[in-house]
């Protein structure tokens, strides 16, 4: 289920509609107030979402990691990030917090579709550069001082 839902999302980000949002994605980047909101109002969303889909747990934290890799980015903490990664995956975002959808939300069973193929789509597409920056906040949590002693 989860592999069509990818091939779904890879369909979706080809649709001028998402494209659009990846053209807003670079403004969102270049502007740390607005890109704090998206962030905020992302979370949000993802908190609120319920589903007893068996991957959903997964992808709302690949999500939720992608969003703190994005305020490490911003703050200038983390920069090993590839630009079009950061760009594909703030266009997602604002995909998923606005109301013009391909598939719109009010539309029961086939609403939130499009949304959760995007999502699928991404966290498959950037798997490693979540990977790397989960890797970094680990290291950032070690603590050095202790290397060497008893």
């Given at each position: 289920m989860i592999n069509d839902w990818i091939h779904k999302g890879l369909q979706f980000s080809q649709n001028p509609i998402f494209k659009r949002f990846l053209g807003k994605a670079g403004v969102f980047l270049a502007k740390p107030a607005k890109m704090a909101l998206?962030?905020?109002?992302?979370?949000?969303?993802?908190?609120?979402?319920?589903?007893?889909?068996?991957?959903?747990?997964?992808?709302?934290?690949?999500?939720?990691?992608?969003?703190?890799?994005?305020?490490?980015?911003?703050?200038?903490?983390?920069?090993?990030?590839?630009?079009?990664?950061?760009?594909?995956?703030?266009?997602?975002?604002?995909?998923?917090?606005?109301?013009?959808?391909?598939?719109?939300?009010?539309?029961?069973?086939?609403?939130?579709?499009?949304?959760?193929?995007?999502?699928?789509?991404?966290?498959?597409?950037f798997q490693t550069e979540i990977s790397k920056f989960r890797d970094w906040e680990e290291d950032r949590s070690f603590d050095h001082s202790r290397i060497g002693t008893f």
């Open positions: 998206l962030l905020s109002t992302a979370y949000g969303k993802l908190i609120d979402a319920e589903s007893k889909e068996s991957g959903f747990t997964q992808i709302k934290g690949t999500l939720q990691t992608f969003m703190r890799l994005v305020k490490a980015y911003m703050k200038g903490d983390y920069r090993n990030v590839a630009t079009k990664s950061l760009l594909v995956g703030v266009a997602v975002l604002l995909y998923l917090v606005t109301p013009i959808d391909i598939i719109p939300d009010f539309i029961p069973g086939l609403g939130l579709l499009d949304d959760l193929s995007l999502i699928a789509w991404f966290v498959n597409a």
